[in-house]
């Protein structure tokens, strides 16, 4: 039939000088929509059935129930200044997050909280600024007294202090107990959440996150579910088995090459690399001549069958194939 | 080799029907017809009718599932893309057309460095497309950070821990800021992308398709061989 190959069959001739025909030929348009509605199927089928990676976000009522030491650690080390968030605290244009998420909070709640709690905020606020540090410091290290050797999370995990042992601790440590117990009680109802939420209107979880970082929960549940940098975390998901394979290069990059774990270094490495794709692939004699070494090509072009070249579809067309006519030389 | 020539003005649907068939003139008639119709040169050379040569237009489907998905998603917003039965399913088919477009981006940047299309002043399409290409892994971070889900809550703060942190422009964004990430998702990056794909393609219908690469003993070059 004049529509297709049929029985003319054969596997393609490619020349010696491997010079496939660049007859013009009615392109065939008439594939696109074909492909167009496969795309589109292959995606629909896909989403309806695999779905896409979906694992419930932390909250702060939920991380601080669930390992209320953490929580205590986290209210503690904000206090004493050994956070997470407070080592980052200008990049992240954060007021001080012993303010942001312990005192504010409590001093917003305090008519609520009792005499108790407002008296330890009186006694807080009328210390110096020394006499406040050497309580969380000394209220930090008790904790680590009452912290078990291992998580289960390997090396990079950080354990959490045994909330059933925090009322056994004794030492100088000043309002600073009573104030993450109290801290804790309102991380856990939902209060301090919202109150998050509320200070910064518009963006919703930014400091939301920050203290879920400072929590040791979200950190363990990376290292326990692979998602660490050594464990190549970039091209992966959460609880999904198709990640974003095609970062490999950059996380390559970030596990594997001098500094790549450093914002700088990864940064560096990545632009040298874009580099070399940019101007050295295409331009460095040598490296610019692979693709004819390599003869790829031959995989790539087109090369009739017998008698492909005879059929109606594929008579040369007069007008030449578009870029050419008006401008010669296009590429060598 | 058969030396008969179909020409300009052989192009109308009746034509293409006895060259190839009702179903095949019916399927192409977009690129024939008002509005698309002028868009398209209609020839191309044989060698470039490969299935290779179709995986940059398919770049380019897929970008437009990625825009018409996307654009519904921040309509409607993240409580229902998590939660809701159908916001779910149109994040997902947002999550498979980035994986596919990566896929035909990756395919198609393979198709264009073993013809060797980045020569001569293809090198400034070559240019474009691996800016667009990075520009795609930069709006894949944002994608993931905007998503609302517990990924993106690590991820935001492990990126601020390793790399917001920089001088220079990372100041400027906190990847834990969800808003920040969302906008920056869907009315930046994508807003360059969409104007160098444009740019892209653009040069490839002026420039047209690279000629081939053979090997330098060939006598008579393919251009003649019509
Ligand atoms: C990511 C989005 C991209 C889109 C939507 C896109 C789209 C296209 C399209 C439709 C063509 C026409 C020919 C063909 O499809 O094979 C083309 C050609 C071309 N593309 Fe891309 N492309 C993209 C990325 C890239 C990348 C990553 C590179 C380089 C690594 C690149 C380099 C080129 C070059 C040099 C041509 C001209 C090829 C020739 O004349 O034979 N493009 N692109």
């Known amino acids: 039939m004049a529509h297709g190959q049929g029985s003319q069959h054969v596997i393609p001739v490619v020349p010696a000088d491997d010079h496939p025909s660049a007859r013009p030929v009615r392109h065939a348009f008439y594939k696109y929509p074909l492909l167009a509605v496969a795309a589109l199927v292959v995606a629909v089928l896909l989403a309806a059935f695999v779905g896409s990676p979906n694992w419930p976000r932390e909250t702060v009522a939920g991380a601080s129930t669930r390992d209320p030491g953490g929580a205590i650690l986290a209210f503690t080390q904000e206090l004493a200044g050994t956070s997470a968030s407070t080592m980052n605290e200008s990049e992240r244009g954060m007021a001080k997050p012993a303010d942001v998420f312990v005192l504010n909070p409590l001093r917003e709640a305090a008519p609520l909280l009792g005499a108790d709690i407002q008296s330890a905020l009186k006694t807080y606020d009328a210390a110096g600024a020394d006499q406040r540090q050497a309580w969380a410091a000394a209220y930090e290290k008790a904790l680590g007294t009452i912290t078990p050797e291992s998580s289960g999370a390997g090396d990079m995990g950080t354990a959490s202090p045994d909330y059933s042992r925090t009322s056994s601790l004794t030492g100088d440590f000043g309002p600073v107990p009573t104030l993450v117990q109290a801290d804790l009680k309102l991380a856990q109802s939902g209060f301090l959440e919202q109150y998050l939420q509320g200070v910064e209107p518009g963006h919703l979880f930014h400091l939301v996150n920050i203290w879920l970082y400072d929590h040791p929960r979200m950190l363990n549940a990376a290292v326990d579910q692979g998602l660490t940098d050594d464990q190549w975390g970039m091209v992966k998901e959460r609880g999904f088995g198709v990640g974003s394979w095609y970062l490999i290069l950059p996380a390559v990059v970030h596990v594997k090459l001098p500094n790549g774990a450093t914002g700088g270094g990864f940064v560096l490495d990545n632009l040298l690399i874009a580099a070399f794709l940019l101007f050295a692939v295409p331009l460095l004699p040598g490296l610019r001549d692979l693709p004819r070494r390599l003869r790829l090509y031959r995989l790539i072009y087109r090369y009739p069958v017998r008698g492909e070249l005879d059929e109606p579809e594929n008579m040369p067309r007069a007008e030449g194939y578009h870029g050419r006519a008006p401008m010669p030389g296009a590429g060598i | 080799m058969a030396q008969r020539s179909i020409g300009v003005g052989r192009d109308s649907f009746r034509d293409r029907v006895a060259e190839h068939g009702r179903l095949r003139a019916l399927l192409e008639s977009f690129a024939y017809a008002p509005p698309f119709g002028g868009m398209f040169g209609k020839s191309v050379p044989f060698y470039a009718e490969s299935y290779w040569y179709a995986m940059g237009g398919l770049t ?167």
């Open chain 2, 60 to 226: 380019f489907l897929l970008f437009v599932f990625l825009v018409l998905s996307g654009i519904l998603l921040a309509w409607l917003g993240p409580y229902w893309w998590l939660t809701q039965p159908f916001g779910r399913f149109l994040k997902s088919f947002h999550y498979w057309s980035a994986q596919g477009f990566f896929f035909f981006a990756i395919l198609h940047a393979f198709r264009v460095w073993a013809t060797g299309s980045f020569r001569g002043r293809r090198l400034l399409n070559w240019w474009i497309g691996l800016t667009v290409f990075m520009l795609a892994m930069g709006e894949n971070l944002f994608g993931l950070l905007a998503r609302g889900d517990w990924e993106s809550q690590f991820v935001s703060m492990h990126s601020t821990d390793m790399l917001f942190v920089e001088p220079f422009f990372f100041h400027l964004f906190a990847p834990a800021d969800f808003s920040a990430d969302l906008l920056i998702h869907v009315a930046v990056i994508p807003v360059i992308m969409g104007a160098l794909i444009f740019a892209h393609v653009l040069l490839v219908r002026l420039q047209g398709v690279s000629e081939p690469l053979g090997q330098p003993a060939s006598k008579n070059g393919a251009a003649e061989e019509y």
